[in-house]
Every structure is written in structure tokens, then in C-alpha cells.
């Protein structure tokens, strides 16, 4: 079956552009999450979902970081006028549901700033 | 501050010998934990967890130890594969596990034929 799949693989932009990151979680799977990996770390968590609903933003960086998932579905990660700081890889997860359930990933997206 | 702690980066064992990759851990609200393996240029796939009401989960060659009172766990590969080369991420959780994951920064393990 499909997994958890990500679009664009990679970005390249300029600083202070507008970038929209998608995932297409697996199907039925209830908790979508995003997480961001810098280069020789493991990755950081920034939001989750249930469903439609955001559970936690608690780790996105700043005001610029936001996410949607209005249909309980796919998701976007939007970072607004990005930085150099924002280049990373950005990685989706999503889980069948709460409570001692494994995440699985996505390949990713890497952003690159310029 | 880190929370879940890989101290050693690399580690690498004969093909047929034993792997043992350790993960400390800080929060002593976390109650799952859980392994992941990553190879290069693809994402982190789970590999074996374990909850801490116990100290012992065994699938097949892999095995994940939990001793809560050191707030250690460690992961058995035996016998080691050449397949088995790739970076490993150890992880943990609060309130169940499909809450937030806080992640180690991975250990690469080499496997020599």
C-alpha cells in the first residue's frame, strides 16, 4: 500500500518568499505530524493533527510556521517570508490513531534558502 | 537540552556478532519508546517499541531493553546483517506514544560482511 507521501521533494527559494509544503498521509490514518531535521540531528517535532484539528503547535519556530489540515487529510506547512535558518529537511508522519501507535514517515521535503 | 540522548554516533560490528545501541532519556514523564531506522534519502521507518510498563519487547533478530529506574534503553541486533547498516534514531514519547515524538540524534551503525 501507499505510504505517507510528501510534494515538493525539494525546494529551493529565495529569502523572504512564501513556500507551501504538502502531505498526503496514509489513508485512514487519523494523527498527521511535523516534524523539521537539521543536518546531523534526529527530527524536531512542530505540530499535530487529529483528524482536522491541530493538537499541538507547540514547536513551530515562530509566527512565519503554520499548518492546516481542513479535511483530515492532506496538510500544508507554510512558512511565510522565509530565512536562511528555515532551510532543513521537513518531514511528515502520520498514525493510525492516539495512544501507543507508531508514527510513520514520509521522504521528505528539503528546503533550501538562499 | 536533550531529552533522549545517543551518545555514542557510530558504532560498527562484524556481520554474525551482536549490535547493542544505547538511548538515555531525561523526562520521566515519557512512557513509550520506540526505535526507528533510517537509510539514506529516505525517511525514518519504525523498527520496535516498547511501552514502560514493560522492560523487554522482542521482534524476531531485534530486541529493546528498558531499564526505567536508569532511564536507558538499549536495542539488541542479533545476528547483525549488512542490511541492518543505517542510521538509528531512538525516540520517546508521553501520554501513550501517537502523541509528539522527541528524538535522539541517531547513531550510524556499520555492519561488515
Known amino acids: 500500500g501507499a505510504g505517507v507521501s510528501q510534494s515538493p521533494r525539494y525546494k529551493v527559494t529565495k529569502r523572504g518568499q512564501d513556500v507551501a509544503l504538502r502531505c498526503d498521509p496514509i489513508?485512514?490514518?487519523?494523527?498527521l505530524y511535523w516534524y523539521r531535521q537539521a543536518l546531523g540531528q534526529g527530527p524536531e517535532f512542530l505540530t499535530y493533527f487529529n483528524y482536522e484539528a491541530q493538537q499541538d503547535k507547540s514547536g513551530l519556530p515562530n509566527d512565519r510556521f503554520s499548518a492546516e489540515r481542513p479535511e483530515g487529510s492532506i496538510s500544508t506547512l507554510t512558512i511565510q517570508r522565509t530565512e536562511q535558518r528555515d532551510s532543513a529537511m521537513y518531514r511528515c508522519?502520520?498514525?493510525?490513531?492516539?495512544?501507543?501507535?507508531?508514527?510513520?514517515f514520509g521522504p521528505g521535503t528539503r528546503l533550501t534558502v538562499l | 537540552d536533550q531529552q533522549v540522548k545517543q551518545n555514542s554516533p557510530s558504532l560498527s560490528v562484524q556481520e554474525g556478532r551482536i549490535s547493542i545501541l544505547n538511548c538515555d532519556y531525561t523526562n520521566s514523564m515519557f512512557d513509550y519508546f520506540l526505535w526507528y531506522k533510517k537509510y539514506p534519502a529516505e525517511g525514518p521507518t519504525f523498527l520496535i517499541s516498547?511501552?514502560?510498563?514493560?522492560d523487554k519487547n522482542e521482534d524476531g533478530r531485534f530486541t529493546v531493553f528498558l531499564n526505567k529506574s536508569a532511564k536507558h534503553l538499549s536495542l539488541h541486533i542479533v545476528p547483525s546483517q549488512p542490511g541492518d547498516s543505517a542510521v538509528y534514531f531512538c525516540a520517546a514519547s508521553a501520554q501513550g506514544g501517537s502523541e509528539k515524538l522527541v528524538f535522539g540524534k541517531g547513531m550510524k551503525l556499520t555492519v561488515n560482511p
Open positions: 516498547i511501552s514502560s510498563i514493560k
Open positions: 508522519a502520520s498514525s493510525f490513531q492516539r495512544g501507543g501507535h507508531e508514527q510513520f
Open positions: 489513508s485512514g490514518h487519523v494523527s
